[in-house]
């Protein structure tokens, strides 16, 4: 019997955006990790716009079946299995990828999980590579909107160590990963996207 395919409506309105950001970001990319591929959608979408790349999906053990559910489907050449993948396991597994892109991921983890996410990101991409992180951001510890503050309570409501992050923050933690930053994108729906460059 074949598994239902996780769905995520999010997922199918932010892709086309989010894809225009980052098809020029990636245009000579190799291989990309996502971290924390969620259902899978965004996975399967990126690939088939983005055939030139190799792109390697992750995330906990726990969410493997519905991603495998999508790739299976969409059976793409460049599309990989998802790889076991916790943020705050040591070691990572070695992978060669020149780009990491990860999607709502920080503001569901805790604040170590983050720091542990940086640090992983960091020591992974080889200088040079691009690290491209989308979701809600604060600036100077300030909400860019009612939406994204109602969002906020919702998720420490749920989980206390959650939260959205400041962007002040994660800019110090890609630093002292010695990553330096590119570019603020603005998203719908009150999201941005964060790019940063690993160091030569």
């Keep these: 019997m074949a598994l239902d395919k996780p769905f995520s409506q999010a997922c199918e309105n932010n892709r086309a955006p989010i894809l225009a950001v980052i098809k020029p970001l990636f245009a000579e990319c190799r291989a990309v990790l996502e971290i924390g591929s969620g259902t899978g959608q965004h996975a399967v979408y990126f690939a088939a716009e983005l055939p030139h790349l190799q792109w390697l999906t992750s995330d906990r053990e726990e969410g493997h079946a519905g991603i495998r559910a999508w790739i299976d489907e969409a059976s793409l050449p460049n599309l990989r299995p998802p790889l076991s993948l916790d943020v705050q396991q040591q070691p990572w597994p070695e992978l060669e990828v020149d780009a ?8 569901i983890m805790s604040w170590p999980m983050v720091e542990a996410f940086f640090a992983g990101v960091a020591a992974l991409l080889p200088g040079g590579g691009a690290f491209v992180l989308y979701g809600p951001f604060n600036y100077a ?9 109602a969002f906020d309570r919702r998720l420490k409501a749920r989980d206390p160590l959650s939260g959205i992050r400041n962007f002040e923050d994660l800019q110090r933690l890609a630093g002292e990963g010695g990553m330096s930053f590119v570019r603020d994108y603005a998203m719908p729906a009150n999201n941005r996207i964060l790019h940063w460059r690993k160091d030569a």
């Design 100 to 107: 990491v892109f990860s999607a709502n991921t920080a503001h």
């Design 141 to 149: 510890n300030r909400y860019t909107s009612d939406s994204n503050a």
